[in-house]
Nanobody, 115 residues
Framework: QVQPVESGGGLVQPGGSLRLSCAASGSIVSIVAMHWYRQAPGKQRERVAT???????YYADSVKGRFTISRDNAKNTMYLQMGSLKPEDTAVYYC?????????WGQGTQVTVSS
């Protein structure tokens, strides 16, 4: 039973940086992968980044080279370090913990990039 808790969203200027966190504790199931998704108004949900148990990563082309996903295994926590932010990065960001027992989603956090 993993319910992610997100933090770090907010308002930043273009070119700025922001760090998102997604954490869970007390779970008895194993996390297979951790994902970040985002959804902007009028657009479909998009997978932004993934980190797997073996350390392998995935990035969407739109964020490659600007975003970095990482994890803290002891805390079952993942991070999304976002740099060189653009207005088109504005969206609600969701974390997903894929475990052997099922998928668990966070509530979403708003990221707004605007001058």
């Amino acid at each position: 039973q993993v319910q992610p808790v997100e933090s770090g969203g907010g308002l930043v200027q273009p070119g700025g940086s922001l760090r998102l966190s997604c954490a869970a504790s007390g779970s008895i199931v194993s996390i297979v992968a951790m994902h970040w998704y985002r959804q902007a108004p009028g657009k479909q949900r998009e997978r932004v980044a993934t980190i797997f148990n073996d350390g392998g990563t995935y990035y969407a082309d739109s964020v490659k080279g600007r975003f970095t996903i990482s994890r803290d295994n002891a805390k079952n926590t993942m991070y999304l370090q976002m740099g060189s932010l653009k207005p088109e990065d504005t969206a609600v960001y969701y974390c997903r913990h894929a475990t052997v027992g099922g998928d668990y989603w966070g509530q979403g956090t708003q990221v707004t990039v605007s001058s």
